[in-house]
Each structure stands twice: as structure tokens, then as C-alpha cells.
Nanobody, 125 residues
Framework: HVQLVESGGDSVQAGGSLRLSCVVS????????VAWFRQAPGKEREAVAR?????????YYSDSVKGRCTISLDNTKNGVFLHMNSLKPEDTAMYYC??????????????????WGQGTQVTVS
């Protein structure tokens, strides 16, 4: 049974930073393509970043966060971090972690990911 647990969401002021965490279990299988999506009220869910957690390859960043966000490996917990800097009010959304067994080198689509976490709220004012 695959589970994803996100954490790290918070309310911050514009210009601030956050680090979101996504832990994938069970950790007996440690090769995942992990992506972050976000959904703001009244908007469609969009992909933000993606990485293959075993080797850090197949990275993707949306234009809206490129240069401000970095996805990195969490080797201790079989997961990934999303480091978010220079946050803007338009970054306000529920952030979701999603996983699949391998990455396509294309823009991540939510329909491609069978495993999802419950989300963590990021609010920027």
C-alpha cells in the first residue's frame, strides 16, 4: 500500500521561503518519480516540479516557479523536498505530492500519477 505524506506548508509573507517535504512509503521500494502539483481555489491543478528520487534526474520546473523553487532528494526518508523562495501571493495553493514508478521527460500530468498525498496548504500574503 503506497502512501505519500506531505508537510511543511504554512502562512508566510511575500518574499519568504518554505520547504515542503514528501515522504513515500513503504520504503522497501525506493525508486519513484515524485512530482509536486498545486491547486489554487477555482483553478486547475498544475504541475510545479518533478524528480526521479533514486538519481535526481528527470527534473522539471514550471515556468511559474523556475528560478525560485528547487526539488531535492530526502535520502533519509525516501522522499523529496520542495524548497520555495521569493514566495509570491500567487503561490498560494494546496500543494500535493504525487508518485509513479518512472518519469516521462514531458510536462507532468496529474492523470499520469496513481499515488497522491492529502496536500499541504501554502498561503502567501
Amino acid at each position: 500500500h503506497v502512501q505519500l505524506v506531505e508537510s511543511g506548508g504554512d502562512s508566510v509573507q511575500a518574499g519568504g521561503s518554505l520547504r515542503l517535504s514528501c515522504v513515500v512509503s513503504p520504503n522497501t521500494y525506493n525508486r519513484w518519480c515524485v512530482a509536486w502539483f498545486r491547486q489554487a481555489p477555482g483553478k486547475e491543478r498544475e504541475a510545479v516540479a518533478r524528480m526521479m528520487n533514486i538519481d535526481g534526474k528527470s527534473t522539471y520546473y514550471s515556468d511559474s516557479v523556475k528560478g525560485r523553487c528547487t526539488i531535492s532528494l530526502d535520502n533519509t526518508k525516501n522522499g523529496v523536498f520542495l524548497h520555495m523562495n521569493s514566495l509570491k501571493p500567487e503561490d498560494t495553493a494546496m500543494y500535493y505530492c504525487a508518485a509513479r514508478y518512472y518519469c516521462y521527460d514531458t510536462v507532468p500530468r496529474e492523470t499520469e500519477f496513481p499515488y497522491w498525498g492529502q496536500g499541504t496548504q501554502v498561503t502567501v500574503s
